[in-house]
């Protein structure tokens, strides 16, 4: 019994990391925000408490998930280029010297798409499956 126990549990386990490796993390603005494409540069800025503000001048507020999720570490790592350690030592720095807080986490893809969708200021990301008619995709050069 323990051994199909076993090989059921690395199934799933299998099965888990197969559906997130399918998931595209996008990155989003509300369909309010004319914001259309970022350089890499300009949404690190963004993520990194650089600017609070969008190229075009309007106010920008980024929104991350949760530490824990998946969909974080993929986000920093394509997107930014840094771990989920590294970005968070970048945020302990600049909370310590009271230069910055890292961007207010939420609680998965629907509650980002609600808040994103909601404030024409916001910036977030998650996985592409939650795109609605509410929501932008920015192109990111």
Same mark, same amino acid.
């Given at each position: 019994?323990?051994?199909?126990?076993?090989?059921?549990?690395?199934?799933?386990?299998?099965?888990?990391?197969?559906?997130?490796?399918?998931?595209?993390?996008?990155?989003?603005?509300?369909?309010?925000?004319?914001? $259309?494409?970022?350089?890499? +540069?300009? !949404?690190?800025?963004?993520?990194l @408490?650089r600017?609070? =503000?969008?190229?075009?001048g309007?106010?920008?507020?980024?929104?991350?998930?949760?530490?824990?999720?998946?969909?974080?570490?993929?986000?920093?790592?394509?997107?930014?280029?840094?771990t989920?350690?590294? $970005?968070?030592?970048?945020? +302990?720095? !600049?909370?310590?010297?009271?230069? @910055?807080?890292?961007? =207010?986490?939420?609680?998965?893809?629907?509650?980002?798409?609600?808040?994103?969708?909601?404030?024409?200021?916001?910036?977030?990301?998650?996985?592409?499956?939650?795109?609605?008619?509410?929501?932008?995709? $920015?192109?990111?050069?």
């Open positions: 019994m323990p051994s199909r126990l076993k090989r059921t549990g690395c199934g799933l386990l299998f099965s888990l990391a197969s559906s997130m490796a399918w998931a595209e993390v996008v990155v989003v603005v509300s369909a309010h925000n004319p914001l $259309v494409t970022l350089t890499r +540069s300009e !949404l690190a800025d963004i993520y @408490g600017t609070s =503000r969008f190229p075009n309007q106010p920008a507020t980024p929104l991350d998930q949760g530490e824990s999720s998946p969909i974080y570490a993929t986000f920093y790592r394509e997107y930014l280029g840094q989920p350690t590294q $970005v968070k030592m970048h945020w +302990s720095r !600049l909370i310590f010297t009271g230069r @910055g807080q890292p961007p =207010r986490s939420l609680a998965g893809d629907r509650a980002m798409v609600d808040f994103v969708a909601a404030h024409a200021d916001a910036i977030g990301y998650l996985d592409d499956v939650h795109i609605d008619e509410r929501l932008r995709v $920015v192109t990111i050069d």
